[in-house]
């Protein structure tokens, strides 16, 4: 993302990957929130998880070359192995108080029609290997969060299946 909140797409970033920039309302509060990802040396990713100073909530979009999107498989495989070890290394994570969520957007479907996405769930409480024979969508995600962040259950999440129970979260 060139800027905070940038409403102009350029090669590597997709503004449809940043639900900020839809809301007028919290424009004024972008250059706080809606912050560059950075390098795995610097920038503000790497410095909050190295302080163990991450926050209550966040969410990662990698740029349209490593999201298996524009890019291929194996490079948004190389994104992810270089910055899940940084990430499950740092205090938040060891610690209990991270859990890190990470979805496919779409798969065979679209519009009304369901489609099977991975959805993978890791925190230091999720033992290796748990899987869940329910069925998650996406209320399901924000119904987790919401329970994570202790945020009254919104809409038609207040009626998903939280993946906290299954995933020890």
Known sequence: MPRPCDPSGTDAY??????????????????????PLGSLSGGALARDVRAGALPAFATLTPDVEHDMHN?????????????LPLITAGADYRSGRLAILIAWDEGFGGGDLRSHVPLLVLSAWTPPGTRSGVAYDDYSVLRTVEDLTGVTPLGRAAGAT???????L
């Not at 890019?71 to 910055?83: H, K, Y």
């Not at 939280?162 to 995933?167: D, H, I, P, R």
């Open 14 to 35: 997709a503004v449809r990957h940043n639900p900020a920039v839809y809301y007028p309302a919290i424009t004024s509060q972008c250059a706080r929130w809606d912050v």
């Open 71 to 83: 890019g291929t498989v194996a490079e948004g495989d190389a994104w992810l192995r270089s910055w």
């Open 162 to 168: 939280s993946l906290a129970g299954a995933f020890h």
